[in-house]
């Protein structure tokens, strides 16, 4: 049995705040799979050298990471205090977001579905 009412249960889980510094873009133009690919080169990385892989990635998907992960430096410095040298991106990851279905006309009256996907990207720092 559980040790106090849900509502308690839940209260206790939601006080336990995560206080690394983060980024999140919702409603990226971008599908998950172009966006890991730069964000799997990011993964474990320090800052400097992370904003340097991104600046230099011939991706669609690296300008938006760059901008992302420029401004979860600028949380790491301005809300938690943290020193610019001592990050490193701990986490980064793109979930599914929604999806845009348009129609593309073909041969013979046919008509084929296209499928415009969008992602939610986050990148969360930590201090080594």
Same mark, same amino acid.
């Given at each position: 049995m559980a040790k106090g009412h849900r509502s308690q249960i839940k209260r206790e889980r939601n006080a336990k705040k995560d206080t690394r510094p +983060?980024? %999140?873009? +919702?409603?990226? $133009? &971008? +599908? &998950? @799979? %172009? #966006?890991?690919f &730069?964000?799997? #080169?990011i993964r474990g990385k320090d800052v @400097?050298? #992370?904003l340097g892989i991104v600046t230099y990635n011939p991706r669609y998907a690296s300008s938006l990471i760059k901008k992302l992960l420029e401004s979860a430096i600028a949380n790491a410095e301005n809300n938690n205090g943290m020193s610019r040298e001592n990050l490193y991106v701990e986490e980064c990851y793109a979930? $599914?977001?929604?999806i845009m279905k348009r129609i593309k006309p073909r041969a013979q009256g046919r008509a084929y579905r296209i499928e415009k996907r969008m992602s939610h990207i986050t990148v969360v720092l930590n201090e080594r």
């Open positions: +983060s980024a %999140k873009l +919702s409603y990226a $133009r &971008v +599908s &998950v @799979q %172009k #966006a890991c &730069v964000l799997d #080169a @400097q050298t #992370a979930n $599914r977001g929604p």
